[in-house]
């Protein structure tokens, strides 16, 4: 599944990536993969912003604001034709 690109919160530092694989394992939508026994962020348009990755990297290379999903939020709301309700504001950044 695709979201709208470029409104999510997931940040990815490949520098502390110390190559465990477990973001690789736990992603339900493949935003990750493995290239030479480090992670690489394959598709940031594909997360959801559940929060996976973030819990269970113990390099804290992966920032996410995790909840509902920002990308989500603004897709509901164009089909319903509401705004984006995702708990984001001007203060905490995001859409």
Request: with cysteine; aromatic share 4%.
């Given at each position: 599944?695709?979201?709208?690109?470029?409104?999510?919160?997931?940040?990815?530092?490949?520098?502390?990536?110390?190559?465990?694989?477990r973001c690789v394992d736990v992603c339900p939508h493949a935003?990750?993969?493995?290239?030479?026994?480090?992670?690489?962020?394959?598709?940031?348009?594909?997360?959801?912003?559940?929060?996976?990755?973030?819990?269970?990297?113990?390099?804290?290379?992966?920032?996410?604001?995790?909840?509902?999903?920002?990308?989500?939020?603004?897709?509901?709301?164009?089909?319903?034709?509401?705004?984006?309700?995702?708990?984001?504001?001007?203060?905490?950044?995001?859409?």
């Amino acid at each position: 599944m695709k979201y709208i690109e470029n409104v999510n919160t997931l940040k990815f530092d490949p520098v502390k990536c110390i190559g465990c694989g477990r973001c690789v394992d736990v992603c339900p939508h493949a935003v990750f993969t493995m290239v030479d026994r480090k992670a690489q962020l394959i598709d940031s348009n594909a997360c959801m912003e559940c929060g996976a990755c973030k819990k269970n990297c113990p390099a804290a290379a992966i920032e996410v604001r995790e909840g509902v999903g920002c990308a989500y939020a603004i897709v509901i709301g164009k089909l319903k034709g509401t705004e984006p309700s995702c708990g984001c504001s001007e203060e905490t950044g995001c859409c």
